[in-house]
């Protein structure tokens, strides 16, 4: 356990060069390792699953800030919605409209980060820059005042070509870049751009990346 205590404290080191801001993964890992990561002051942690996230919510300290970084069916929203801090794969107007009901039924904003398609595999959720733009452009994302986009998420390519990762990195930043100028709403705060896991978050913090996904650089290697 103090293993954790020293990855977090080495990835926090190596972080505070870029600004970025620590979620620690723990899908698949069990409460006992949150609780060692809380004690070493993490208090950002990532699921994948609602029904997993739900589990570790209860079990856990309350003070913890739960963010849903995987894909998101939207009839499991309403189990997450009370207490969920950021939800980071946002790909679909029926998912925003199902977070910002269940959002107003809690009444409470959620806080949301739209899913970017930048990797080349076809398996990775998310919009296009241009599915973003009619998204928002549109009067029913404007009429949604209990959900606000602060940001962008993105997964790179699964591959050791640093170049092209870094490349897709640029994209993201690029389309997060346009989007913060171009678009004053009020349910809209560009400020995070969610890039980077254990494989890849220095690239995606040499490209600017607020926020890293880290799991299995601080829990070790996942089943
Ligand atoms: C699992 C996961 C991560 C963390 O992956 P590691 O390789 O363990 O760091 C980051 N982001 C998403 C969306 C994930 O599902």
Redesign the pocket.
């Given at each position: 356990m103090n293993l954790i205590l020293q990855k977090l404290n080495t990835l926090k080191d190596e972080l505070k060069v870029y600004n970025a801001k620590l979620i620690a993964?723990s899908?698949t890992y069990p409460t006992a390792s949150i609780e060692s990561a809380l004690e070493a002051g993490q208090v950002d942690f990532?699921e994948?699953k609602v029904q997993e996230m739900v589990q570790k919510y209860e079990a856990l300290p309350k003070n913890i800030r739960w963010h849903m970084?995987?894909h998101l069916q939207s009839n499991k929203v309403k189990y997450i919605a009370s207490f969920v801090h950021l939800i980071?794969?946002v790909d679909s107007e029926k998912l925003l409209k199902e977070i910002n009901k269940e959002a107003l039924k809690n009444d409470r904003v959620i806080d949301c980060l739209l899913q970017v398609h930048i990797a080349q595999e076809e398996t990775k959720f998310g919009f296009s820059a241009q599915e973003i733009q009619d998204l928002i452009a549109s009067a029913t994302f404007k009429s949604l005042q209990h959900i606000r986009i602060v940001g962008l998420m993105g997964?790179a390519t699964n591959t050791t070509n640093q170049d092209q990762i870094s490349s897709e990195f640029k994209v993201l930043k690029s389309i997060f870049v346009f989007l913060k100028n171009e678009y004053l709403l009020s349910n809209i705060e560009m400020k995070e751009l969610s890039m980077g896991?254990?494989?890849d978050y220095l690239l995606a913090c040499q490209e600017g990346s607020t926020m890293v996904?880290?799991?299995?650089?601080i829990f070790g290697s996942?089943n």
């Open positions: 993964v899908k990532g994948n970084i995987g980071h794969a997964m896991m254990s494989n996904r880290i799991g299995s650089a996942r």
